[in-house]
């Protein structure tokens, strides 16, 4: 197998895509004659006992539409602006947002197809969660699951198929050279068609450290009963927080787990004890790890394009701990600082540790269409005049949107609003005021964010009205 060269920054790109792991005989790709893609279960499983359904996508639609906008962000191009190139995996697709790469197929699933234009140019998507807040409740257990197909082809034809369902710590957003530190759990991953499901950790340093990069921790198994290729089969990740373990599950047959002691303490809290992880769903084409464990680039020629990965469903559910978190309560005065994490509903943000005066969290990954609802805010009978929020950015050049402030409905107009683009980073802090027709009285307050753009264009830590 092939040596991987050493990054050349001070730290990596996710490496999920990145290791080369041996893999036994009869995992070998071999041709095979494959049944046609199965069904889509009618939805969503119902909890076990004990279990709380925390977020779930069944992917229900009209055929050719994509996935819902609410639930996932389309990662566009071939890497994060600022980030890794190729997603710093030598992958070599370019991920779109066109149907005929992905969409949903109108009986209840997703499918992620790779493309191959007449001149040998490879598309593929990329998709994640807008939510970056999955972790267990405290001393209890996180449970991520999905039902999927991986793409129905193998042997030579299927050089170069990477599919994969993961989990990426939420401080890589915005940052993008902070991995491994921040935490990878790969939920399924596979290559060249090989009849295996890969299950890995990533975490600590790169190179080498505690899980071994940029390999890291990893077990593979072939899929029980049919092959991986050949139906569904439903992937599962467990975060116990009560006794410090990961555990990798297919079909609800455990092959993996990692527990605190393995890596360290110091490398087990960095990687835990953030606001939590976003999923994503791709399917890449070449890259380190089908070459690696090809022994040659993929693709290859013979690498036949339009085989999608299918997705029934990504669930989420929590057990134990202090239970499923309730939102906090509204109401209180209009002129006393909200914190932008204690909304009572959101539509596409994330929470996350916020590094400003007095600590705390922000909600971030703020984007065109996003929001966040408080409520019942007294103004009292004195009109508020002026609306302050404590801002930063790290879009890129060009990237700007508006803050606005609504009342009682996000159809409503705004009743003020201001500017704001890069502050000189995600996490570099500014006051902004702007002025509001004057409210009085109990309303719901809405932030509502408004771009030209579609990448992510604020966090917000705080916000407050004055007179």
């Known amino acids: ?18 290791r080369l ?4 005989a009869t995992a070998a790709a ?19 006992s004990g279990w709380n359904q925390v977020w779930a996508d069944d992917f229900n639609g009209s055929s050719g539409s994509l ?15 600022g980030g890794p190139p190729n997603w710093g995996t030598g992958e070599i697709a370019r991920h779109t947002n066109d149907p005929a790469n992905v969409s949903l197929d109108g009986s209840g699933n997703l499918r992620i197809t790779p493309l191959r234009d007449g001149a040998g140019n490879w598309t593929s998507s990329r998709i994640e969660t807008h939510r970056g807040d999955f972790k267990p409740p405290s001393g ?10 991986m793409p129905n082809i193998t042997g030579t034809e299927a050089l170069g198929y990477w599919p994969a369902f993961w989990a990426l710590g939420a401080p890589y957003r915005g940052n993008y050279w902070n991995w491994p530190g921040i935490g990878e759990f790969d939920i399924m991953e596979n290559v060249n068609g090989i009849n295996s499901v890969w299950g890995v950790l990533h975490c600590g340093v790169n190179p080498g450290g505690p899980c071994n990069e940029t390999n890291g921790l990893a077990a593979n198994r072939a899929c029980p009963g049919s092959s991986c290729q050949s139906a569904f089969h439903t992937y599962r990740f467990e975060w116990d927080d009560g006794n410090d373990q990961l555990r990798w599950y297919v079909d609800g047959q455990q092959y993996h787990s990692v527990s605190a002691g393995q890596v360290g303490t110091d490398t087990w809290n960095q990687m835990t004890s ?7 769903l791709n399917v890449a084409m070449g890259g380190a790890f089908p070459n690696g464990v090809a ?8 690498t036949v394009p339009g085989r999608p990965m299918v997705v029934d469903y990504v669930a989420v559910w929590s057990r134990g701990g202090g239970g499923p978190e309730e939102p ?13 994490e204690d909304f009572q509903q959101q539509g596409g943000v994330i929470t996350e540790g916020a590094a400003d005066v007095g600590g705390g969290s922000n909600i971030g990954a703020v984007a065109n269409g996003d929001w966040a609802r408080y409520d019942d805010l007294d103004f009292g009978s004195t009109p508020a005049r002026q609306f302050v929020a404590r801002v930063a950015s790290g879009a890129a050049g060009g990237v700007s949107g508006l803050v606005e402030v609504r009342l009682d409905s996000r159809s409503n107009a705004p009743i003020g609003s201001f500017a704001v683009g890069n502050t000189g980073g995600w996490q570099s802090w500014r006051t902004v005021p702007a002025n509001i027709s004057g409210v009085t009285g109990v309303h719901d307050v809405y932030l509502t964010f408004t771009s030209g753009q579609p990448a992510d264009f604020v966090n917000v830590n705080w916000f407050n009205f004055a007179r």
């Open 67 to 81: 996935p819902s906008s609410s639930n996932w962000i389309f990662d566009l191009g071939h890497g994060y602006p």
């Open 140 to 149: 209890g257990v996180l449970r991520i699951e999905g039902r999927i197909q």
């Open 295 to 302: 022994g040659r680039g993929t693709p290859v020629p013979e």
């Open 30 to 48: 071999v041709a095979i004659t494959l049944p046609l893609t199965q069904l889509a279960e009618a939805s969503v499983p119902p909890p076990d």
């Open 1 to 18: 197998m092939p040596a991987i060269s050493s990054p050349t920054r001070a730290t990596a790109p996710p490496g999920r895509r990145r």
């Open 274 to 280: 953030h606001a939590g992880y976003f999923i994503i």
């Open 21 to 24: 792991v041996a893999y036994t």
């Open 328 to 340: 906090p309560p509204g109401g209180g005065s209009a002129y006393d600082r909200t914190e932008a």
